[in-house]
């Protein structure tokens, strides 16, 4: 199957095992949708990170900016 599709085995296996990994940023994503719907979509990526590290959160603007 590796020489069909011209990729190594290395490449393969790398990619079948991320694939079982869940998402890291999972969590996270879903803290800063809730922070944004409960501001009713009206708080940028600042505004957020604030709120999140007020709640407790450990969370820096730029994790928030790219997950937004």
């Given at each position: ?23 890291p ?28 590290q ?15």
């Open positions: 199957m590796c020489k069909f599709f011209k990729l190594s085995r290395a490449a393969y296996y790398e990619w079948l095992k991320r694939s079982k990994e869940p998402d940023d999972l969590k996270r994503m879903q803290l800063v949708e809730e922070a944004w719907l409960k501001s009713r979509k009206t708080y940028g990526y600042r505004r957020i990170t604030i709120a999140l007020q709640q407790g959160h450990v969370i820096n603007h730029k994790a928030v900016l790219r997950l937004m």
